[in-house]
């Protein structure tokens, strides 16, 4: 009933304590009842779920068929949430997960890497101990998500969807092209959160309007 067409990260790369900007647009067969639920999830370990961190969500409707596109903003991860502010538990490669759920039950998820970094080239070789937030970068690597999509109950019979093939997609500057999510094997060493069955609260969320 839904597939998404495209991802673009606006603001990419961006420094660390820089709010993400992405614009996502998707296609609906027909109209829906309900909103649609969308998650930010930063991944802040790759050994615990504990701290994972869910960086905003938002409702989005109505939906009508067709094509539609939103604009998702969602602030930084909080520091003390983070764990460590040691450089050697910032610095490097993580994760970060958009979710979109349709009646309390998760339909899609599509996953990137998120490079941690310092631009001063002596700190690249010797960062220092305690990380210096205001020096730090990412940079997420949108040309490489991992696509993951779980039946819903509008998936009444198999459906041609643009997530088996990236031929389908626009790409437009940070635009991601979504490959079938049984593609590059060596894609995300760290764990994704398990599927959730119910949308997080709309707590510090906010209902979107399509126009």
Same mark, same amino acid.
């Given at each position: 009933?839904?597939?998404?067409?495209?991802?673009?990260?606006?603001?990419?790369?961006?420094?660390?304590?820089?709010?993400?900007?992405?614009?996502?647009?998707?296609?609906?067969? /027909?109209?829906?009842? !309900?909103?649609?639920?969308? *998650?930010?999830? &930063?991944?802040?370990?790759?050994?615990? @779920? $504990?701290?994972?961190?869910?960086?905003?969500?938002?409702?989005?409707?109505?939906?009508?068929?067709?094509?539609?596109?939103?604009?998702?903003?969602?602030?930084?991860?909080?520091?003390?949430?983070?764990?460590?502010?040691?450089?050697?538990?910032?610095?490097?490669?993580?994760?970060?997960?958009?979710? /979109?759920?349709?009646? !309390?039950?998760?339909?899609? *998820?599509?996953? &990137?890497?998120?490079?941690?970094?310092? @631009? $001063?080239?002596?700190?690249?070789?010797?960062?220092?101990?305690?990380?210096?937030?205001?020096?730090?970068?990412?940079?997420?690597?949108?040309?490489?998500?991992?696509?993951?999509?779980?039946?819903?109950?509008?998936?009444?019979?198999?459906?041609?969807?643009?997530?088996?093939?990236?031929?389908?997609?626009?790409?437009?500057?940070?635009?991601?092209?979504?490959?079938?999510?049984?593609?590059?094997?060596?894609?995300?060493?760290?764990?994704?959160?398990?599927?959730?069955?119910?949308?997080?609260?709309?707590?510090?969320?906010?209902?979107?309007?399509?126009?």
């Amino acid at each position: 009933m839904v597939n998404i067409r495209n991802i673009e990260l606006v603001n990419n790369p961006a420094k660390f304590d820089d709010p993400y900007h992405f614009r996502i647009k998707f296609e609906a067969i /027909a109209p829906l009842a !309900e909103d649609l639920d969308w *998650r930010l999830i &930063y991944v802040g370990s790759a050994t615990s @779920e $504990e701290f994972d961190q869910e960086l905003d969500n938002c409702s989005v409707g109505p939906i009508p068929a067709g094509i539609n596109a939103f604009d998702f903003q969602a602030p930084a991860p909080a520091h003390h949430l983070l764990p460590s502010i040691e450089s050697e538990e910032i610095l490097g490669v993580t994760v970060i997960i958009i979710t /979109a759920s349709y009646r !309390e039950k998760e339909f899609v *998820r599509v996953g &990137y890497y998120v490079n941690t970094y310092y @631009e $001063e080239e002596e700190w690249k070789e010797n960062p220092p101990s305690t990380v210096q937030w205001d020096k730090l970068y990412r940079n997420v690597l949108v040309e490489k998500p991992k696509v993951t999509r779980f039946q819903n109950p509008w998936d009444s019979a198999p459906q041609t969807s643009p997530f088996d093939s990236a031929s389908t997609l626009g790409n437009n500057g940070n635009g991601a092209d979504l490959p079938s999510s049984s593609g590059n094997p060596e894609m995300f060493s760290a764990p994704l959160p398990p599927p959730v069955t119910k949308a997080a609260a709309v707590s510090g969320g906010e209902d979107v309007e399509m126009a």
